[in-house]
């Protein structure tokens, strides 16, 4: 189940492996899941999905990513980070069986929703791998940081 702990750590894991600026693509890898705030709106009886749904697409996403680089002195420089992140949350909830029909991934263009069928939302095993994976790339990195000291 690509939650936000396998997001965050995907994305940790890519900016590792592309020696690129690991925190912003771990911000961009949870750009998407912003749809989540609608839980404390619906906590205060406020229903805002319609309004929010389209962040969790990749023109949404990009656009939230392309507001947060304006925000760094190199906006270029940020966003590339912050789309990699993105790319790497819609790669792993592409995989997912989605409750709701999938994702939205050609939006405006297209309203169709697309998934693999490969892991249930409800399936703690990617989470268990992707930490796995984490620290495995965090003993690469940590011993070979070690030897060129």
């Known amino acids: 189940m690509p939650d936000w702990l396998t997001h965050t750590l995907a994305g940790w894991i890519t900016g590792k492996a592309i020696k690129m600026e690991v925190g912003l693509l771990v911000v961009g890898s949870l750009i998407p899941d912003l749809v989540k705030i609608n839980l404390a709106f619906l ?48 790669i792993l909830d592409f995989f997912l069986v989605h409750v709701s029909g999938g994702m939205k991934l050609l939006f405006p263009i ?3 929703e697309w998934q693999y069928y490969l892991i249930r939302s409800d399936d703690y095993h990617m989470t268990i791998v992707a930490v796995l994976a984490a620290i495995l790339v965090y003993i690469i990195y940590f011993y070979h ?4 000291l």
Do not use: C, M, Q
């Open 43 to 90: 906590y205060l009886g406020v229903d805002l999905h319609h309004f929010l749904n389209p962040f969790h697409t990749p023109a949404g996403a990009f656009f939230i990513a392309g507001i947060f680089a304006l925000f760094f002195e190199d906006a270029k420089k940020a966003f590339i980070p912050l789309g990699i992140g993105i790319i790497t949350h819609f």
């Open 110 to 112: 297209s309203w169709s």
């Open 145 to 148: 940081k070690k030897e060129r």
